[in-house]
């Protein structure tokens, strides 16, 4: 039974931080591309940012260096620091994992954790 388990959000003021986490079982864990995306009520699901089981991350144009994410490989685990964070970055973050190699084509999505900016 594959699980992401996401924690962390909540409710914070326009200038505040958090950090998500996302604890991945039942995968091999290493094997997986990593993810975070976001979704606002009304709006498409976006990518945020990803890292490869090397480390390599990519982010969305918006985030504009406040968020970096990474990754424990030992404890299976994924995280994003958000910083600086905005009104308009209130959404429900999603934990992703998109298998590489022999588990190509394999995705699976953590529940969401909802993040509410106020001003």
């Known amino acids: 039974q594959v699980q992401l388990v996401e924690s962390g959000g909540g409710l914070v003021q326009a200038g505040g931080s958090l950090r998500l986490s996302c604890a991945a079982s039942?995968?091999?864990?290493?094997?997986?591309?990593m993810g975070w995306f976001r979704q606002a009520p009304g709006k498409e699901r976006e990518l945020v940012a990803t890292i490869t089981s090397g480390g390599t991350t990519s982010y969305a144009d918006y985030v504009k260096g406040r968020f970096t994410v990474s990754r424990d490989n030992a404890k299976n685990t994924v995280y994003l620091q958000m910083n600086s964070l905005q009104p308009e970055d209130t959404a429900v973050y999603f934990c992703?994992?998109?298998?590489?190699?022999?588990?190509?084509?394999?995705?699976?999505w953590g529940q969401g954790t909802q993040v509410t900016v106020s001003s």
């Open positions: 039942g995968l091999t864990f290493s094997t997986y591309t």
């Open positions: 992703n994992a998109d298998g590489t190699g022999w588990t190509r084509g394999l995705k699976y």
